[in-house]
């Protein structure tokens, strides 16, 4: 039970957003992920600073924020106001990615670097001594609800490898397609923080699903 459970707001009933946000808060999870998207860098739109704010002053467990959006430096700020924890950007959004890292420790957030499927993790090498957390992408960002993608297996083994083989202090997190049939083994492979948004909040007891992926080792 060393690794961590993150439930994505994603997959929440916006309509009832407050009441899922409590769930939770009383359930096993270690965060709530939420996922920042503009419609630009990803081809859909989700929530931005107003929700975020809400999400904050009911929430009980700390924010992992992922920012799927263009130039992501301009807004550092106003996440961190926001109440995030845990701010990752995408590897694939940033043309001075150290940089960025480095203003996200001094706005008092932790670090992360988020990879597409098709993004090599021997991009991220030379970062892994300044950076918290590498989160694989496990589906192509812009839409819950998608089909894991079997590659994601040997880049978690071979990220795994080279934090291990560094003796870096990173965590790795994967997002899409996690659910109760497949956290085992990813787990195994190395995984430290588990994502998993439709698989908790379409299940028939989400509160329940967060337990059994929790438990898992």
């Not at 950076?131 to 694989?136: E, G, H, P, Q, T």
């Not at 998608?146 to 083989?165: G, H, P, V």
Request: aromatic fraction near 6%.
């Amino acid at each position: 039970m060393d690794h961590l459970v993150s439930p994505s707001l994603l997959a929440a009933d916006f309509g009832n957003l407050e009441k899922d946000v409590r769930m939770v808060n009383k359930s096993y999870a270690d965060w709530l992920h939420l996922d920042i998207m503009d419609g630009v860098f990803v081809p859909n739109l989700s929530f931005g600073f107003p929700v975020i704010e809400a999400v904050k002053r009911v929430a009980e467990k700390p924010l992992d924020v992922h920012l799927m959006i263009v130039d992501p430096d301009r807004y550092l700020q106003r996440f961190s106001d926001a109440g995030a924890f845990m701010l990752t950007v995408q590897y694939e959004a940033c043309i001075h990615l150290q940089r960025t890292i480095t203003e996200i420790h001094n706005l008092g957030m932790k670090a992360g670097v988020a990879l597409n499927p098709h993004t090599p993790v021997l991009l991220v090498k030379n970062i892994l001594s300044i950076v918290d957390m590498v989160l694989i992408m496990t589906v192509n960002p812009g839409f819950g609800g998608q089909s894991f993608i079997m590659e994601s297996y040997s880049k978690i083994t071979e990220l795994r490898n080279m934090i291990d083989t560094g003796g870096y202090n990173v965590l790795i997190e994967v997002d899409g397609g996690i659910d109760t049939k497949n956290a085992a083994k990813l787990i195994s492979a190395g995984v430290n923080v588990l994502v998993a948004g439709n698989s908790v909040f379409s299940s028939e007891n989400p509160e329940e699903t967060i337990r059994k992926l929790k438990m898992l080792s």
